[in-house]
T-cell receptor
Framework: DAKTTQPPSMDCAEGRAANLPCNHSTISGNEYVYWYRQIHSQGPQYIIH???NNETNEMASLIITEDRKSSTLILPHATLRDTAVYYC?????????????FGKGTKLSVKP | DGGITQSPKYLFRKEGQNVTLSCEQN?????MYWYRQDPGQGLRLIYY???????QKGDIAEGYSVSREKKESFPLTVTSAQKNPTAFYLC????????????FGEGSRLTVL
C-alpha cells in the first residue's frame, strides 16, 4: 500500500472549518483514501473514505485532487470534541489489510 | 449494540510473566487485527487473521502469539520474550467485502512493573 505524508500538528478555532491535508503521491489506481481519527487513549474511529470523487458524510468531507496525489479532510465546523489525531491511509478496498500503515498522523487541536 | 470489546482495559504484570489480552467482536466480521501503539507514535501491526484458524504475522510479531479458534474471538498473548511490552494494545475487525473500514476496540493498556 502507498505511503502518506501529513503535517504533525495543526490548530483550528472552534466553529471554523478544519482542513487537514494528506499527500499520497505514489497512490495506485485501485487504492482508496481512508481517514480515521483517534481521541486520546481511545481506539481509532473511521471517518470517511473515497477513490477519486469528493465524498461527504455526517462527520466530514473528503476532497481528492484530480491527479489523486493528495487529499484534504474537511471538518466544516470544528468543535472541542474534534481534538484528536487524524490518520490518512491509502489501501486497496477489500484487499488484505495486513499492510495498513498508520503513521503518526496530524494532531488537531481545536481551541475556544 | 454491535462492536468490539477488549479486556482488561488496564493490566499490570511483572517481568517474566505471560499475559493474555481478550478481543471479542459481534459484528460477524471475518478479519481481525492486533496493533500496538507507543506514546506519540502511530499504530504498528502485530498479527492479523483473515479467517478462523488462520493468522499472519505483522511487522512486530516477535514476543507475541495469537489464536483464532472462533470467528468472534482473537486473543493476544504477550509473552516473556517480548522485550518492551509496556504499550497500548488495540484490536480491530473488518469485513473486507463491504466498505472495508476497520472497527476498533477501546484498547488495553499494559504496564510491566
Amino acid at each position: 500500500d502507498a505511503k502518506t505524508t501529513q503535517p504533525p500538528s495543526m490548530d483550528c478555532a472552534e466553529g471554523r472549518a478544519a482542513n487537514l491535508p494528506c499527500n499520497h503521491s505514489t497512490i495506485s489506481g485501485n487504492e482508496y483514501v481512508y481517514w480515521y481519527r483517534q481521541i486520546h487513549s481511545q481506539g481509532p474511529q473511521y471517518i470517511i473514505h473515497g477513490l477519486k470523487n469528493n465524498e461527504t458524510n455526517e462527520m466530514a468531507s473528503l476532497i481528492i485532487t484530480e491527479d489523486r496525489k493528495s487529499s484534504t479532510l474537511i471538518l466544516p465546523h470544528a468543535t472541542l470534541r474534534d481534538t484528536a489525531v487524524y490518520y490518512c491511509i491509502v489501501r486497496v478496498r477489500g484487499g488484505s489489510q495486513g499492510n495498513l500503515i498508520f503513521g503518526k498522523g496530524t494532531k488537531l487541536s481545536v481551541k475556544p | 449494540d454491535g462492536g468490539i470489546t477488549q479486556s482488561p482495559k488496564y493490566l499490570f504484570r511483572k517481568e517474566g510473566q505471560n499475559v493474555t489480552l481478550s478481543c471479542e467482536q459481534n459484528l460477524n466480521h471475518d478479519a481481525m487485527y492486533w496493533y500496538r501503539q507507543d506514546p506519540g507514535q502511530g499504530l504498528r501491526l502485530i498479527y492479523y487473521s483473515q479467517i478462523v484458524n488462520d493468522f499472519q504475522k505483522g511487522d512486530i510479531a516477535e514476543g507475541y502469539s495469537v489464536s483464532r479458534e472462533k470467528k468472534e474471538s482473537f486473543p493476544l498473548t504477550v509473552t516473556s520474550a517480548q522485550k518492551n511490552p509496556t504499550a497500548f494494545y488495540l484490536c480491530a475487525s473488518s469485513n473486507a467485502y463491504s466498505t472495508g473500514e476497520l472497527f476498533f476496540g477501546e484498547g488495553s493498556r499494559l504496564t510491566v512493573l
